[in-house]
DNA sequence: ATGTCC
């Protein structure tokens, strides 16, 4: 029987196991709750989770998690843990299997009541020009010589070969490309991402039409370009196989890593290495290249639907464009400076089911946004609403600039296949006037609402902790999932 | 999350 953990509030949301909880620990454990998630929270096996990360070598401040925490392979999910740069610690499962999942949002220049009557055949229009569900399928088949473009280029692929705009990138986290080198990718990886070049994947991977619902700042809406009723797109999916076999590949490597160097792990899920060595080298640049795949598989997904909403909306007579307000990664490891007690540090920030969210005048942000911070896309749980938010001064301060990804799951897919029906749910959402168009039955009920926390809560406690500022909130009107 | 076991 594992000891009952105990930790201390520290502030309204926040609680904190200290340091001395459990030895070996070199950091406290740090997560946002409210009174409603804790109960959530310490059901499962996150916090346990906590504890390991904060046991690891040059951890920094804390071992953080956001509200939206649930356990994970090795480090919960909703986590943060940022590490010195000279120790130089990196861990695929501070990442996760899915390499850059990232959520991006754009805006269209229609009003709901003009999409509403259209709704059906936009939805099926976009369902059958972007591939969904587990397994082959791509809006685009590429050879090795150009698959590894996309591993070099991200998201500047698509733009390059006509699927977007080079504004586009100008709107995605680090412009859609992070430095990789490729030759660190196995040629297993190479051979399932050649097939799935803009596909939408499965699980809590999908695209979703929707209106913004509520304003809550004018200012900042204004400055990220939204109005009450604009029609808007969401696309959420990572790097598909390409980015598993990536994490695969590297935690086996790491693994051999971890005995050859005699390290002791808390857990076997951790395994790691330094940034500076041959092992650690590698899982970076892997790590790059699908973050790489995973921008531009966005990109190309974006590509269709521009050209569905486009033929679709035809009967509308009026020319019709979608603007990317922002791309955001939720499952990545970076280099970044950060302020620690006055000083600015090196630092590999771990973000796994955790967004970035960088305050005002950033230099990472779009001079469109330098003012306001950068845009936080949180997707809540289908059919459900999701909200846009902006990073503040504060986040930088308390959370190495991060947010939360979603509302976080409360059960896991298998409990929630026992426990909710797929038609049952399609009903509920049919009376609240969303379409939804889904690969799986088994799928929907592993997405059911039911499943996950209430997305409102997990941004409130946020906002009150001074991490992020509200800026909208969307509804959705129709929803593909794999 | 994932050709849910190469």
Redesign the pocket.
Known sequence: MAKKITYNKIDENLYEIPEDFEKGMNVPARFYASRNTLGIITNDNSLNQLINVAKLPGIIKYALAMPDIHQGYGFPIGGVAAFDYDGGLISPGGVG??IN?GVRLLKSNLQKEEVQNHIKDLTSMIYYSCPTG??KGACVNVSEKELRKILQNGAGWAVKNNYGDSRDLDYIEDNGQLTADDSYVSK?AI??GKY?VGSL?????FLEIGYVESIYNRKLAQIYGVRENDVVVQIHC?S??FG??VCTDYLKKLSSYINKNNINLPDRQLVYASIHSEEGKGYFNAMNAAANYAFNNRQVLTHYVRRSFEKSLKVLKKPVHLDLIYDITHNIAKIESHTINGKKKKLIVHRKGATRAFGPNHEAIPDKYKNSGQPILVPGSMGTYSYLLAGTEKAMQDTFGSSCHGAGRTMSRTQARKSFGANKLILQLSKKDIHLQAKSKKGVSEEAPGAYKNVNDVVNILNSSGLVEKVARLRPMAVIK?
């Open positions: 299997y899915d999942c587990t397994g297993r051979e399932r799935q994947g499965s699980g809590n991977h990572g598909r196989g598993h076999q794999g």
